[in-house]
């Protein structure tokens, strides 16, 4: 089914993700708009439904394809209607392509994030500690890795484990080698020059942060996401604490349950950081909370929605009606928004008003991993029904997502099993 010309504008998404389904599915909530989604391959989760007008386009590598692609498709939702197209990426590649051809795109679409330099301000990780540093945030004992650095200058004094991960996630996606993770967990010298060694042959060109590890399992976990304006300013910071992340090692990292509250200090230490590097538009910070100090630690800007960010819209916050708002204008914005969802606090900058639990599990899977403060939490707001997943969408009418739900709650089981949580 075309988009409708008389839509008022047209969210376009690269990627395939259940993020680029959740914001699909949010400007549909929001607005009644359908959303162009551009992904590699179509899947079970953007596939047959009613807010995704689906427009598989291969792969992503050769990024000037994509961006003829994208403008191929301005032009075509443009004849059918003169409305505002908004363009918006899943991953942090998306995010990087995005800002490197603006000049070429940002005559047909509305762009709701930052210039090339501040994204890389932020994304590129060892930038973001020299700036945590900076600004006196807390934040782990970091190195940086280059190809022929001398280990024992970079790692000498750090306890194992050490966390290991890459600088620039965009360029990650290109190197290839066996065990590659999202994440490594290493345990001894050994294992550090082992694959540092698989790092230098795998085509992989930025910074390899090393880094201290912060104790704590998965509820330890915090992230924050914030809007700033076209002034620079962020008014919102939207905080959640994770019950349960997901281990198997595509997906290693991501959050599977998502408690949301307040934090003063994560508000407004997310608020100076961005502040300070100019943002617009949106960003997610993760974190630990240290029980060592009780500290809150940053360790990344994402310089988009995360892929889990549904808990915002859980909790009565959706993003879609921001980047509207802010990006399009007020004359766009017809929708009611929920104003008892947020709450003016001591950080400077609101925050959500209501706890809510967010998850992409099964509940009787979800059940199993409440054995922690957070978890705890978690078992309230579920016996409360206080509870949202971003795939159990009323409007979705298609047999297939049934079927998909089926299958994806099955999957779940599958992938728990053959990769538990870690032991603490």
């Given amino acids: 089914m075309a988009i409708d ?74 004849a059918a209607g003169d409305r505002p197209l908004m363009l918006f990426g899943s991953l ?59 280990l024992e200058s970079l790692v000498g004094s750090f306890d194992y484990p050490v966390i290991g991960k890459p600088s620039s996630s965009a360029a990650w996606i290109a190197a290839k080698f066996e065990g590659k993770q999202k994440i490594h967990t290493i345990n001894s010298r050994a294992e550090l020059e082992a ?4 790092i230098d042959g795998s085509g992989y060109d930025a910074g390899y942060i090393l880094q201290e590890y912060i104790p704590g399992g998965d509820d330890a976990m915090r992230l924050c996401t914030y809007f700033a304006t076209q002034e620079e300013k962020v008014i919102f910071a939207g905080y959640g604490e994770v019950v ?29 950081m961005l502040e300070e590097l100019g943002w617009r538009g949106i960003a997610m910070i993760d974190a630990k909370y240290d029980h060592r100090d009780g500290q809150i630690k940053f360790f990344e800007i994402n310089p988009r929605l995360g892929r889990n960010h549904f808990y915002l819209t859980a909790a009565g916050v959706n993003p879609a009606r921001f980047y509207v708002t802010e990006f399009l204008g007020a004359q766009f914005d017809n929708s009611d928004p929920e104003t008892d969802a947020v709450v003016k606090t001591g950080a400077g900058v609101l ?22 403060d957070t978890g705890r ?18 409007a979705e009418k298609h047999p297939r997502r049934k079927l ?19 032991e603490q």
């Fill in 377 to 394: 939490k978690a078992e309230g707001l579920l016996k409360a029904g206080k509870v949202s997943n971003p795939l159990k969408f009323s």
């Fill in 351 to 372: 925050q959500l008003s209501r706890q809510r639990l967010f998850t992409v599990l099964p509940h009787h899977l979800l059940r199993r991993f409440f054995d922690s």
């Fill in 5 to 78: 010309p008389t839509q008022p504008f047209v969210p376009v998404i690269l990627g395939g993700d259940i993020g680029t389904y959740t914001l699909a599915r949010e400007f549909y909530e929001a607005y009644g708009v359908r959303s162009v989604v551009l992904p590699a391959a179509g899947n079970g989760v953007i596939e047959h439904s009613v807010a995704i007008e689906l427009r598989p386009i291969g792969s992503m590598a050769d990024e000037g394809r994509v961006v003829a692609a994208l403008a191929d498709l301005a032009d075509e939702l443009k």
């Fill in 195 to 198: 694959l540092l060694a698989k």
């Fill in 244 to 272: 349960i992340e997901e281990h198997a090692p595509l997906v290693l990292g991501n959050s599977a349950a998502i408690v949301t509250g307040r934090n003063d200090q994560m508000a407004a230490d997310g608020a100076r």
């Fill in 404 to 422: 998909y739900l089926l299958l994806n709650a099955v999957n779940h089981y599958r992938k728990y099993k053959a990769f538990p949580p870690r």
């Fill in 92 to 150: 942090d590649f998306h995010i990087m392509l995005i800002a490197k051809h603006r000049a070429q795109l940002e005559g047909q679409y509305v762009i709701p994030y930052p210039e090339l330099e501040t994204i890389e301000g932020a994304a590129l990780k060892e930038n973001f500690y020299a700036l945590a540093e900076k600004l006196g945030i807390a934040h782990p004992r970091t190195a940086v890795y280059y190809p022929g650095s001398e």
